[in-house]
């Protein structure tokens, strides 16, 4: 069944949508070189109301990438280093007496912002981690029996290092299943690496950047990826992925509803990001990889973060191979 062809003012206006999209990019660009791939992915993550994960070595520019999507919106930032002696209340937040009213008024934390850098998380407690899973799941976090509404947009970016084990709490597969992307840099090329060593000689570049957008932009663009189309054909291939993960003889377990959702949401927002109304199958298979590896698990995996993600997304590769893509 061919997809139907979108009504050219829906297609105008998301092409429209798109040069904002490219306006972010080329924003975040000025400050991290050589990493097209990896600014889209942070910018669909942003679009379609999710997490991202940015697992790699240090010194790579993770945090640079977290600040440089924070710069470019405007809203409002916030860094949480975590550390092991870090508390649910340092990141939430917590009620002081105010002997002036005689009632308790809210400090409220870092979690508070539209966009919150999760510095080494890997670092702290399972508990303390665990105080960012309402946050993610459902935009509110819940405080000595209230609860309270986060402000629109909000992303939790989140790094952490694979090479070391000195320390660290690796994250449950419950926190895992929370990020919409999990995604790597790398080593910049040759002469993207030796023009970064002439240019930040001078100070820090993010501190020149100015925001492109308006978290009210921000909204609009996620609002406009909930209407992108996706054929009845692609929704049978999205769901014949999942089920082979679910029957892999590698994959204890397999791909959750959850995640099946993840994956449908970060296609219609790199429609978007294309500038089209509707999605190709283009969108799921080159997701696959960054939205569903990490919330798999081997029947045989290592303790080693960076051996494990390789084998993870070696076992996603392999089973996109085996279903057939609709035409």
Same mark, same amino acid.
């Given at each position: ?5 979108? $009504? ?68 409002? %930032? ?25 009632? %308790? ?18 670092? /702290? ?40 084990? %000195?320390? /660290? ?38 501190? $020149? ?117 609709? /035409?």
């Amino acid at each position: 069944m061919p997809a139907a062809v979108p $009504a050219p003012a829906a297609q105008d206006q998301t092409r429209e949508l798109a040069q904002i999209v490219r306006r972010i990019e080329a924003n975040i660009a000025a400050v991290i070189r050589g990493k097209p791939a990896a600014i889209r992915l942070a910018v669909t993550t942003l679009i379609a109301r999710g997490h991202l994960l940015i697992e790699d070595i240090p010194g790579v520019g993770k945090t640079t990438l977290a600040r440089a999507l924070a710069a470019s919106l405007g809203g409002t %930032f916030r860094r949480i280093q975590f550390t092991s002696d870090l508390l649910p209340s340092d990141i939430l937040g917590v009620n002081v007496w105010d002997p002036h009213v005689n009632t %308790f008024e809210l400090k409220r934390g870092p979690i508070f912002a539209n966009v919150v850098l999760a510095d080494e998380i890997n670092r /702290t407690t399972p508990r303390t981690q665990s105080a960012l899973l309402e946050a993610m799941s459902d935009g509110q976090v819940s405080i000595d029996d209230h609860t309270y509404t986060l402000d629109q947009p909000f992303l939790v970016l989140a790094t952490q290092n694979p090479a070391e084990h %000195f320390g /660290t709490y690796p994250l449950p597969e419950s926190q895992m299943d929370r990020f919409l992307l999990r995604i790597q840099l790398g080593y910049p090329g040759r002469q993207v690496e030796k023009e970064i060593l002439r240019e930040r000689a001078g100070g820090d570049p993010i501190a $020149a950047l100015a925001p492109v957008v308006e978290p009210a932009t921000v909204r609009t663009l996620q609002e406009a990826v909930e209407h992108v189309r996706v054929d009845e054909a692609l929704i049978d291939y999205a769901m014949a992925v999942v089920e082979e993960t679910r029957r892999s003889p590698v994959i204890q377990v397999g791909v959750s509803t959850r995640g099946a959702l993840a994956w449908y949401r970060a296609a219609q927002a790199s429609a978007l990001c294309d500038g089209r109304a509707f999605c190709v199958p283009d969108d799921l298979k080159h997701l696959a990889v960054p939205c569903l590896a990490h919330r798999l698990m081997l029947v045989a995996s290592h303790e080693s973060l960076g051996r494990a993600r390789a084998e993870a997304e070696r076992a996603m590769t392999e089973v996109l191979a085996r279903v057939p893509v609709p /035409t």
